[in-house]
């Protein structure tokens, strides 16, 4: 099986290549399209600022090319991020897959820190990504922006409010937290997204 990693200006690449490697598994780190579309899965991970990311993805044709994957493809962080509408960093309008609005935290208790930076439980878990995974597992989180809740919800955190930590349309899935830190889950999810 072939999976490859996208390669753009974002990537959190090496802690995933290690995750894959923990489960026994290799992957491509590339931006070359052809690469890209016959990979069996596609890992779409990423970390930094969403409109420099998405405006790299434009000029490499790379937008494109991944609304368009019939594969399984799984956004990471800010991969998920971008996979969605729009994003309020830097009012950026991101790939569309997904239909949410990712917006900042803004916590009306000045003593909920923001970026939200460590461990939080998933709930409300309903897709094959999450098969083995036990409701209320805890995953690892760094973000200052949260996706909406709304009908691709498939996992919920509540850090300010609740909000999807998981997303999914047809071959599309993305998670807000970084399953490559999250320990056990983290390598079940992995698991379960090669496995689909």
């Known amino acids: 099986m072939e999976l490859a990693i996208v390669k753009y200006n974002a990537g959190n690449i090496q802690s995933v290549l290690y995750a894959l490697e923990r489960i026994g598994t290799t992957a491509t780190v590339t931006d070359d399209h052809a690469v890209l579309q016959r990979a069996d899965k596609v ?70 820190k923001v970026p939200q930076i460590g461990w939080n439980t998933i709930s409300s878990l309903r897709s094959p990504l999450f098969a083995n995974v036990p409701e209320n597992s805890y995953c690892y989180f760094v973000h200052s922006y949260y996706a909406a809740m709304g009908e691709q919800t498939i996992g919920i955190t509540d850090y300010v409010q609740p909000y999807s930590s998981a997303l999914q349309t047809k071959n599309f899935y993305g998670v807000q937290f970084h399953p490559e830190k999250s320990a056990k889950v983290g390598e079940q999810i992995l698991k379960n997204f090669i496995a689909l």
């Not at 368009?68 to 994003?87: F, K």
């Open 43 to 112: 890992i779409f991970p990423g970390v930094g600022e969403a409109s420099s990311a998405m405006r790299y993805l434009r000029e490499k044709g790379l937008d494109a090319l991944l609304i368009n994957l019939e594969q399984p493809v799984l956004g990471i962080c800010l991969g998920m991020q971008l996979m969605c509408a729009w994003s309020e960093e830097n009012d950026t309008r991101c790939l569309g897959i997904f239909n949410e609005p990712v917006k900042l935290f803004r916590p009306a208790d000045r003593t909920i």
